[in-house]
């Protein structure tokens, strides 16, 4: 794991994904690389140090619509992440993630930890499923429909 710096952000901004998964291709602007340097990103790199993807914690792991929902309303650790596309759909994502709940269990203690996906993300929702977060709210912004999951405490102990 490395700290996010301004190289590791604009190569994650750079990505590109295939449809229908291109919802999260991003544009490499000043604001999206400050936003990826605001301190609650990490970057997962391998032996060879290459990227694999990254994680984000708190206000950064939100979708800003959920707030008229109210969704977030539980003060719970927020965990965002993003995996490299040439890795996606290979069967690492267990793995992966699997990882950055353990540095946020190690981290943050056993509070329960909460993301949010795009509802046509059944892969990644599948996924969730089999590291034990739930389904707990389902809301729109104006370009998709999300959901919120939750992993709680009893279910983070080993």
């Known amino acids: 794991m490395k700290k996010m710096n ?9 990505w590109q994904y295939d449809p229908p998964y291109d919802f999260y291709n991003n544009d490499c602007t000043d ?46 650790i927020d965990m ?3 995996m490299n596309p040439y890795l996606v759909g290979k069967g690492n994502g267990f ?9 946020i269990k190690n981290r943050f203690g056993e509070s329960p930890i909460r ?4 509802t046509f993300n059944k892969r990644a929702i599948h996924l969730y499923e089999k590291l034990g977060f739930v389904c707990e709210n389902r809301f729109n ?3 998709a429909e999300f959901i919120t999951m939750i992993k709680n ?4 102990k080993n």
């Open 31 to 76: 604001e999206n690389i400050k936003e990826m340097l605001n301190g609650t990103y990490n970057a997962l790199v391998d032996d060879h140090n290459r990227l694999v993807g990254f994680f984000c914690v708190g206000e950064s792991a939100k979708v800003p619509a959920g707030y008229k929902f109210g969704v977030y309303k539980e003060d719970w």
């Open 6 to 14: 301004k190289t590791l952000a604009k190569e994650i901004l750079h």
């Open 141 to 143: 912004s104006d370009i």
């Open 115 to 118: 993301l949010t996906v795009a």
């Open 95 to 103: 793995e992966f993630c699997t990882y950055i709940i353990d540095f």
């Open 80 to 82: 965002g992440l993003g």
């Open 153 to 156: 405490s009893a279910e983070l």
